[in-house]
């Protein structure tokens, strides 16, 4: 498929990269990416797995009509042309058994290696087969997610109180995650292990998800890219047309694509300070 550029109020890609919108968890911000969807296309969209929460469904059902129209709005894509490939994460993992298999127009895939305009090969998948908590100790990751949860409320009330004072917005969640994944190391070894794994399969790069850590950075001579979230971030990558490949983040409900934040030049100045400190 190719997108004929005829709205100004769109912006055209190569490829989209989704992850972690955890739908069915009352902390996806559905309308966020509703309003992202409205304002880009593309030939395909890959979704990186986690898009919807089975974990929390299970737990307790959670489903409004925000998330029936996420749905709706990634089908309708698919009947307009869109090339749309889900790779299943942990928390979507009933969808691991149907590789291969066709859903309205939907790909199922374990992973996949994508070649991008520019001829580079990037290795696509979720990432949680490289988590040892997730792998391991499947009843820790459950009382990480809770804890999480937990942290995503507490942030609710701190946002409320703040903007009372008059004071920027600060996610006390991020931070919490970041402190507690700072003390093992967590984000580092990831990336690292991912890497590697993009190396052995002789990619150029890998896109993943899973950590909730948005970046477009190098790693020992390859190219690491995390799509981030759709819970706290609002992060998608984008590949244009020549390979370029552009981290999205969307802040606010938008109106035009001038209110699109591009960051990768800023957050691969920070993935390689953050390489270099690791």
Known sequence: MTVTPADPNIRYFRTLFISDVHLGSKAAKADFLIDFLRHHEAETIVLVGDIVDGWRLKRNWYWPQAFNDVTQKLLRKARKGTR???????????????????????EVAERIIHEAADGKRYLVLHGD??????????????????????????????????????????????????????????IGEFQKVVVEEARRNEADGVICGHIHHAIITEIDGIRYINSGDWVESCTAIAEHHDGEMELITWQKLATTPAEVVPVSRQMLAIGARESEAA
């Open 84 to 106: 749309i490939i889900y790779i299943p994460g942990n928390h979507d993992e009933f969808l691991r058994e149907f590789p291969g298999t066709h859903f309205g127009g939907v």
């Open 129 to 186: 087969e490289f988590d040892v908590v997730v792998r391991h100790a499947r009843v820790v990751a459950y009382l990480g997610d809770w804890a999480y949860d937990a942290a995503i409320a507490i942030n609710v009330v701190f946002a409320a109180i703040r903007r009372r004072l008059g004071l920027p917005y600060w996610s006390f969640s991020s931070w919490a995650k970041q402190q507690v994944k700072s003390a093992v190391n967590f």
